[in-house]
């Protein structure tokens, strides 16, 4: 039974895999968006940042960055607090 249950998840790992690389653009192709332009149009106006990248991580996206660097510093904290020395 579990070589059954192996076989079918393989099969469908592989077959999802094999879908993925069909279907991937060519590497280095630019993918746009209608996002793209609305970005780039209204970057300097909406925030102020002349750096349209900036302007997407720091005010379009600010609560995701916040989340991004929450979860670095707590990582950081962990390894911190796992490596320290005990002094007994």
């Known amino acids: 039974m579990k070589k059954i249950v192996f076989g079918i998840a ?3 790992f592989f077959s999802f895999m094999l879908v993925s ?5 060519p590497f ?3 993918t ?3 996002m793209d332009d609305y970005f780039i149009k209204n970057a300097q106006s909406e925030v102020g ?3 349209v990248v900036t302007s997407i991580v720091f005010d379009y996206r600010g609560f995701d960055t916040l989340g991004e ?3 670095l510093f707590t990582t950081i904290s962990g390894i911190i607090a796992l490596f320290r020395r005990v002094n007994k």
Do not use: K
């Not at 690389?21 to 653009?25: E, G, K, L, S, T």
């Open 49 to 51: 940042a002349n750096n």
């Open 32 to 34: 746009f968006s209608e």
């Open 10 to 12: 393989f099969i469908l």
């Open 69 to 71: 660097a929450t979860v």
């Open 21 to 25: 690389a069909i279907n991937m653009r």
């Open 28 to 30: 280095g192709e630019p």
